[in-house]
C-alpha cells in the first residue's frame, strides 16, 4: 500500500497538469501554425468588433505578411476579384465599384458590418507600406453572383446552394495549386468538425493540404449566466489548443454562441484545433452600418428588393446606434415568432452558372 499511493499521487498530479490549457499570445499563435501547415482556417463570429480589431492587427504583422500569401475570405464576392486585386495592391480604384465586393456578396442577408470593409483597408494600407517586399493578396470565396441579374429566388439558388464548393476550389485554384499558404476566414459553422472535417476542409485534405483550424469563442459555457471565471486569468487576445485539457471538454455551443445555445453533446475539442478568445462575453460588441448609409439611400432600397428574393419581406436594419453587445440574453418570442421562410427554389440543386468576367 505503501508503494501503491505514491504511485496515485504520481498519476493524480500528472493528470490535473495535462487538464492545464497553455494560452498563447494569438497571432505568435496562428504564425506558428504556419510552420507545420499551409493551411490556417478560422472559423469567424460575424461582425465583432473585437475579433476583427485582431484579425486586422494580425494580417497587417509584419511577421504574418513575410510568410503568408493569401487571404481567402467569405465577406466577399468574386465577381469582383479584378478590383479588389487591384485595391489591395495599392492601385487608385474608385471606392464605389470595390465595396461591392463586400456588398454584394451571395449569402449575406441585410447589410455588411463596417468590420470588412476595415478589414480590406487595413490590407491595402499593410502592402502600401510594403512596396518591394512581399505583399499579401485578399482572395474573395463567395460565388459570383451578379445582383444586377437576379430577380428571384431561382435566379439566386445555385449561388447560396454551392458556397462551401465554390470557396473549397477557390482555394485548390488560386492557393494550393501555386504552391501558396493562405489564412481562410469564415463563419465558423462553415468550418466545424462534426462527425470529421467539414465540406471544404475535407475538399483541401483531399487536394493535399495540411490544415489547421481555429474558432472563435467566449467563456460562457452553459446557459447565458453561466461564465467561466477560469479565463480570466489569460492574457488576451489569445489561442489555445484544444487538446487534452478542460478548454477542449467544455460544450461547443455555449462557448461559440455566447451562452445564447443550449449545450449539446458535442465537445469544443471535437470540432477545431484551437479556440481564439479575445475578451469575455460581456465585453463583446457587434458593429452596425451606419444608418445614414440605408436610411433613404439607393443601396438601402437595394437590400430591401434583396430581401424580399431571399426571406419574402423586409426587415429594419436602422439603428440608432452603431454597436451593441454581441451576444443579448435571449428573449422569449411572442406571438409565434417570424413568419415562415418561402419555400427553396428548384435551381438549389442545379451548379453554378458559367462563371462570367471578373469586374
Same mark, same amino acid.
Given at each position: ?19 492545464? #490549457?497553455?494560452?498563447? #499570445? ?36 509584419? *511577421? ?6 493569401? %487571404? ?15 485595391? %489591395?495592391?495599392? @492601385? ?20 455588411? =458590418? ?11 494600407? +499593410? ?22 441579374? %437576379? ?13 462551401? =464548393? ?7 485554384? @488560386? /492557393? ?22 467539414? *465540406? ?8 493535399? +493540404? ?43 455551443? #455555449? ?9 449539446? $453533446? ?11 478568445? /479575445?475578451? $469575455? ?5 457587434? /458593429?452596425?452600418?451606419?444608418? +445614414? @448609409? ?43 415568432? $417570424?413568419?415562415?421562410?418561402? #419555400? ?12 462570367? $468576367?471578373?469586374?
Amino acid at each position: 500500500m505503501k508503494r501503491i499511493l505514491p504511485l496515485l499521487f504520481t498519476g493524480l498530479t500528472t493528470l490535473c497538469l495535462a487538464q492545464q #490549457p497553455k494560452p498563447q #499570445p494569438a497571432t505568435a499563435a496562428v504564425l506558428r501554425a504556419f510552420d507545420t501547415h499551409n493551411i490556417v482556417l478560422f472559423g469567424e463570429y460575424h461582425a465583432c468588433k473585437e475579433e476583427h480589431e485582431w484579425l486586422r492587427a494580425l494580417v497587417t504583422a509584419p *511577421e504574418f505578411e513575410d510568410r503568408v500569401d493569401d %487571404i481567402v475570405v467569405e465577406f466577399g464576392n468574386s465577381l469582383y476579384q479584378k478590383s479588389v486585386d487591384r485595391y %489591395i495592391a495599392g @492601385e487608385d480604384v474608385p471606392f464605389a465599384q470595390v465595396q461591392q465586393a463586400w456588398r454584394n456578396v451571395a449569402g449575406a442577408i441585410g447589410p455588411p =458590418s463596417p468590420v470588412y470593409e476595415a478589414f480590406f483597408k487595413a490590407v491595402r494600407d +499593410a502592402n502600401l507600406k510594403r512596396r518591394g517586399k512581399h505583399q499579401v493578396r485578399v482572395v474573395l470565396g463567395d460565388p459570383y453572383a451578379d445582383w444586377d441579374a %437576379i430577380n428571384d429566388r431561382e435566379d439566386l439558388g445555385p449561388f447560396v446552394a454551392n458556397r462551401d =464548393s465554390w470557396f473549397a476550389r477557390v482555394v485548390k485554384d @488560386e /492557393v494550393l495549386a501555386k504552391n501558396r499558404r493562405a489564412l481562410l476566414i469564415m463563419g465558423g459553422g462553415h468550418f466545424l468538425r462534426r462527425n470529421g472535417p467539414g *465540406e471544404i476542409e475535407k475538399q483541401l485534405r483531399a487536394a493535399g +493540404a495540411s490544415t489547421y483550424l481555429i474558432v472563435f469563442g467566449t467563456n460562457a459555457v452553459g446557459g447565458y449566466d453561466d461564465l467561466d471565471k477560469r479565463f480570466d486569468a489569460w492574457s488576451l487576445p489569445a489561442i489555445v489548443e484544444l487538446r487534452g485539457n478542460w478548454v477542449g471538454e467544455l460544450p461547443m455551443m #455555449p462557448v461559440l454562441f455566447g451562452g445564447t445555445a443550449a449545450p449539446t $453533446p458535442m465537445k469544443l475539442g471535437e470540432v477545431a484545433d484551437a479556440l481564439l478568445y /479575445v475578451a $469575455p462575453r460581456d465585453a463583446l460588441t457587434q /458593429v452596425f452600418m451606419p444608418r +445614414a @448609409e440605408l436610411d433613404g439611400t439607393a443601396y438601402g432600397r437595394e437590400l430591401d428588393r434583396r430581401l424580399m428574393i431571399q426571406v419574402g419581406r423586409t426587415m429594419n436594419f436602422l439603428r440608432d446606434s452603431h454597436e451593441a453587445p454581441l451576444f443579448e440574453r435571449p428573449r422569449a418570442r411572442s406571438g409565434g415568432g $417570424p413568419p415562415p421562410l418561402p #419555400p427553396p427554389p428548384k435551381s438549389m440543386h442545379d451548379p453554378l452558372p458559367a462563371r462570367p $468576367p471578373s469586374r
